[in-house]
């Protein structure tokens, strides 16, 4: 039903069974809030989107009170106002003075609101409690004294992810967000995804910074500091280096680096490939000796961790082939690095990813037979974007980077990784080739692409009938292995991704990222894919030389071990 009310005197459309807020929103009428999220069940609890109803005594939160016909609305009215005011004024009585080093300065929606309502001073103060920092994560840190309370890392943590890591700790004006227990997060069910990072307003979350770890190694001359960057990174740091949102920025990127001091540069695409295709290899041995399936991609590790913390009856149909960062990362101390790297400098190699939980699989990812890690440092998205400001980088001033170097070729099947269906599809591509010795045509496959959360395509390979699913947002995975546990039996792959939509939608992307900005960083992967002209991991060259000049092996290579993860 369709009926008008006024807004602010101005008569609007509106629909029954709509929020206000959602009234509001439509006409480009902006109202702060704290606690919403959108796509959630709305609480009210921040109280902070209230606006003025003529006709009824109190404010009404205009994310929770639905709209009627007779309604006449006042969004910013002198007791709104301060009634907003003073909201925000109590929340700064016991916040945090330490803005100019915060690590969401700039990017605070508290501060923002304080500027918005023109809040000059601290109004009421209330005694600060003491409060540990939570550092036990290696992934992220946790500091209650910034917390607001607004339940948005709780929400996204118990109906997203589905782990319920965070929880409200005791009642009333004693309640607090935390763990239970209060044992530090790395002790909880937490995957490290960062979601609650992505979603939390203040800086009472954020991602445990390798920033000043990775300067200080190339300040050091005993080391020879070497970087790889995601595919998912090269899609969305363009949003904030003054450069068109949504373009693949890798060869500027080459650039920047290089004058920022890193001696090499590495696209992580290229260990996708090699991912691919040890990934397609597993699935056709899987095949052939009629094991059990679905077999689940690795590529997550938030995805890991959930599977070795809350199911390990699962490991079995784990695959072991390593993640793109972890296979770039071997292949550059143990191959890439040694001809150019001529003097006995160590090597110390970077990654830029956008998700926080790279930071703990390099942190726990060792080579076996040396001791060492093959990623000294993960850096998101963010903090390369903080990195390059550091070093007064102006992109509109840098000339691409186009060298061909072996280490740079590339197939655009590693972009894809980049967004949710984006390893099924590349791994599609190369197991029809394993399985029929012809090159799937046309490459695309539309069924795996889009902003859904689930995707299934069913396609015969020969005389086979093979079926993948792709689902991101931890919570749809764990609800399809409930469909999986009760019966059902036609999957032979399920790539799941943590992080809804995908690595584009990352914890250790952009603060504010919105679903333009999703469409944008997914429509700079898939037009990669369009423009380049090797399509499948199997036919870049650079693998195949690596296979037959190193490796000393043909495309069926699970016998390799540092090219798998070898769960217990």
Not at 364 to 377: E, L, Q, Y
């Amino acid at each position: 039903m369709v009926f008008t009310v006024e807004i602010n005197n101005q008569k609007v459309a509106a629909k029954s069974g709509e929020t206000i807020l959602s009234i509001l929103n439509r006409n480009g009428i902006k109202v702060p809030t704290l606690c919403h999220l959108n796509g959630f069940t709305p609480t009210g609890s921040c109280r902070m989107c209230v606006v003025e109803v003529e006709g009824m005594e109190n404010l009404v939160t205009a994310c929770s009170h639905p709209v009627e016909e007779w309604m006449k609305i006042y969004s910013h009215s002198p007791r709104v106002l301060k009634a907003r005011k003073t909201l925000v004024e109590l929340l700064l009585a016991a916040h945090p003075d330490d803005c100019l080093y915060c690590s969401r300065m700039g990017a605070c929606e508290l501060q923002t609101l304080s500027d918005e309502l023109n809040i000059t001073e601290r109004k009421y103060r209330s005694r600060k409690p003491s409060i540990i920092i939570d550092r036990s994560c290696p992934s992220i840190e946790r500091d209650p004294a910034k917390c607001i309370l607004c339940e948005r890392c709780i929400r996204i943590c118990n109906e997203t992810i589905g782990v319920g890591a965070i929880e409200i700790i005791g009642r009333g004006n004693k309640s607090s967000i935390g763990t239970q227990n209060n044992r530090g997060l790395n002790t909880q069910s937490c995957v490290k995804c960062g979601q609650c990072i992505m979603v939390c307003p203040t800086g009472a979350l954020k991602e445990k910074s390798s920033y000043n770890i990775v300067l200080e190694a190339m300040n050091n001359p005993q080391f020879y500091p070497v970087i790889q960057v995601s595919p998912a990174v090269q899609a969305s740091v363009s949003e904030d280096i003054g450069i068109k949102a949504g373009k693949d920025v890798l060869n500027l990127l080459w650039t920047a680096l290089q004058k920022m001091g890193f001696k090499q540069v590495f696209d992580t695409s290229l260990g996708a490939d090699l991912t691919i295709m040890e990934l397609s290899e597993e699935l056709v041995q899987r095949i052939n000796n009629k094991e059990k399936f679905p077999l689940f991609t690795s590529c997550c590790p938030a995805w890991v961790n959930y599977i070795e913390q809350a199911r390990p009856d699962l490991k079995k149909h784990l695959a072991t082939s390593k993640t793109p960062q972890q296979m770039m990362g071997m292949m550059i101390k143990r191959f890439y690095t040694e001809s150019e790297n001529s003097s006995s400098k160590k090597v110390f190699s970077v990654a830029v990813m956008p998700c926080t939980a790279k930071k703990h699989e390099a942190e726990k990812s060792v080579v076996a037979d040396c001791g060492t890690r093959d990623v000294d440092a993960v850096i998101t998205t963010r903090e390369l974007v903080k990195m390059i400001r550091h070093f007064g980088i102006d992109f509109s001033t840098l000339e691409p980077d186009t060298s061909e170097q072996p280490y740079g070729m590339r197939g655009s099947a590693g972009k894809l990784f980049g967004v949710s269906g984006g390893v099924s599809e590349s791994v599609f591509r190369t197991l029809h080739c394993k399985l029929t010795g012809q090159d799937l045509s046309p490459a695309k496959v539309s069924e795996t692409r889009g902003l859904k959360t689930r995707k299934e395509i069913r396609m015969k390979i020969g005389k086979m009938s093979i079926g993948f699913v792709s689902v991101s947002g931890l919570s749809n995975a764990i609800q399809l292995l409930k469909e999986i546990e009760f019966g059902r039996n036609n999957i032979h792959l399920v790539e799941v991704m943590a992080c809804p939509y995908g690595c584009i939608n990352g914890g250790g992307q952009r603060i504010g990222t919105d679903e333009k900005s999703l469409k944008s960083r997914m429509k700079a992967l898939y037009e990669a894919d369009e423009e380049e002209l090797i399509k499948v991991a199997h036919k870049n060259p650079a693998i195949l030389s690596l296979y037959e000049k190193i490796l000393d092996k043909n495309e069926n290579s699970l016998g390799i071990n540092i090219l798998h993860n070898f769960i217990a």
